[in-house]
């Protein structure tokens, strides 16, 4: 089983569910992302988590991120890592 810090919030109405990756998940492949992403979805639904997955990560001081489409002007907000950090308020154990 694997734990996962995850930031739940609205943002403008919409339900948002922010997953915290570490930095090793930026080595994995696309196909081996997509599915991860979809993955967690499906973890996160499970877990009686309304709204569409984002997944975060860092690579040296940079952010990563993996969100729809709609929602990349939001994850690419300077400095919204610390923002987003601040806001966890939930674990996410998926297996």
């Not at 810090?5 to 609205?10: E, I, L, N």
């Not at 990756?21 to 930026?26: V, Y």
Request: glycine share 6%.
């Amino acid at each position: 089983m694997e734990k996962f810090q995850v930031a739940h919030f609205k943002e403008q109405g919409v339900d948002v569910i922010v997953v915290f990756l570490d930095s090793s998940f930026d080595e994995k492949s696309e196909k081996e992302q997509n599915e991860a992403y979809a993955a967690l979805q499906i973890c996160a639904s499970s877990a009686g988590l309304r709204g569409a997955v984002a997944l975060v990560w860092t690579v040296g001081n940079s952010m990563r991120f993996r969100a729809p489409q709609n929602w990349h002007p939001l994850f690419r907000s300077p400095d919204l890592y610390p923002r987003l950090v601040a806001t966890i308020n939930r674990e996410l154990t998926c297996g």
